[in-house]
């Protein structure tokens, strides 16, 4: 895990981009591929070029030189630009919702499977949106209890989604596992209702084809039209039925073929894959299945999306699929969140807005000593690789926000420029480069996590919950203000009724099933 790291001169060292392993959410991932239906930070954007904007250090320039930044398991590295922070964005939510699912079941999370930056983005954001393709930027941050550590917020938000007539349409292609532990309550079933109801939500001129696996994959049905064909589909989805052992790689890979042979010129192409991940049969590697279908993401640009369902599932499997995929993840635990992924948040991922999306911190090395990016552990990107864009960012639609949450330790008594923040991304179409970037500085910091907004302090109730379930685990330092879980649990309850949200009550639920599990 990374550890706290000194931004101070000193020699070049390299930091790794590790890709992110699963495609956690079977049920999940349906709404992922159909997933939609500063205080002290100003942005400035610019066509992207040189790179030069306003603020103390701008993200790194691609030089000769070496990576900057540090190994995760590294303990603090004195490099002469260290106050560098990159990774690719993320919007995946998978690692949450199976943790909430664990905890309900009276169990406690596999603190491998806890990725904090899914936890944090699960959760509705006020960031102000642009009006068009891009993002805009808020940064903002708090003072915490422990003395010169402060938590720094990074907002990125797309525009919001359209209304659904003004999407492009969609060519999906699901790949469902139909191995014999589908057969649990909560797996096939579910996803069985929830693609029942995309077919009727989706519009006429959207395709759907479906691909099963078990001991080996078929093609049940080509790509189809939705207009007059609705019937045909729902038999196909209904006729399904759980078999024998999980062939995940011969699935993926029949599912690509079949997405390419129905791939639609101007739509948005993708394949879907709804699995508990527990491959047992054939080609289990992730890099080996996805080699085997390169091709097939590169020369015609399809994203792989993963949907995780069940009450044991392979997550590491499903995450780096998606990760390596250009894929989004989403864990569906029951019907209410299905309805919600599938039917609520459709245009999300059928459209797109940016693509090989990246984000660049740049810490002042006058007011901060140390910082830590909290998750994003298999994002990470090379500082030189931020406007390198050969090298994969995250894709993202309209109506997302992406946060990323740092802890800061400033210099006693420091005062002026903090951070800037920088995000850089490919235009969907024309694949022309665009960057934003917003700043902080020292005296827009709230002095307490108590003073700051509604949804600050739940971003950061999220971190720690997130921080506290990964604890046993010695890669990991515990956040700095540390509140306990019986403390973070009273702060969310009284969140959840100030925001008058039912995720955030949630979010209380879960901390106290945590606590009472821990005791």
Known sequence: MERYRTPRPDTPHGRTRRLRAALLA????????????????????????????????????????????EDRFAGPSPTPDDHLSTFALDVDTASYGYARRTLAAGQRPDPSTIRPEEFVNSFRQDYRRPDGNGFTVTVDGARTDEKNWSLVRVGLATRPAADGGERPPAALTFVIDISGSMSEPGRLDLAQKSLDTMTDRLRDDDSVAIVTFSEKAEQVLPMTRLGGHRGEIHHAIDGLEPTYSTNLGAGVETGYATAVEGRR???????VLVSDGLANDGDTDPDSILNRISSARREYGITLFGVGVGSD?????????????????????????????????????????????????????????????????????ADDDFRNDRVDGGEVGPGHTVTALYAVRTRPGADGHLATATVRWLDPDTRDPHEQSGELETGA???????????????????????ALRQGDDRWRSLPGDPGL???????????????DRDVQQLADAIDQADRNQG
């Open 265 to 271: 010129k101007n739509a948005t192409n993708r394949v």
């Open 313 to 381: 599932y392979g997550d590491a499997l499903m995450e780096r699929l998606a990760d390596k995929g250009d894929g989004h993840t989403v864990y569906v635990s029951g019907q209410d969140e299905a309805r919600k992924v599938f039917c609520n948040q459709l245009p999300q991922n059928i459209d797109l807005t940016a693509r090989d999306a990246k984000a660049q911190v740049a810490f002042d090395p006058a007011t901060v000593t140390e910082f830590r990016l909290v998750g994003y552990d298999d994002r990470r990107v």
């Open 26 to 69: 079977l049920t999940a991932t349906s709404g992922l591929l159909l997933t939609a239906c500063s205080a002290g930070g100003s942005d400035s954007s610019n066509k992207a070029s040189d790179g030069s904007h306003g603020g103390f250090p701008a993200p790194a320039a691609p030089t000769a030189g070496g990576q900057q930044g």
């Open 486 to 500: 019986s403390e973070l649990h009273d702060r969310a309850e009284r969140l959840a009724k100030k925001t008058e």
């Open 445 to 467: 910091l709230s002095d307490s996590l108590g003073e700051a907004s509604p949804r600050f302090q739940v971003t950061a109730v999220a971190a720690y919950f997130a921080d």
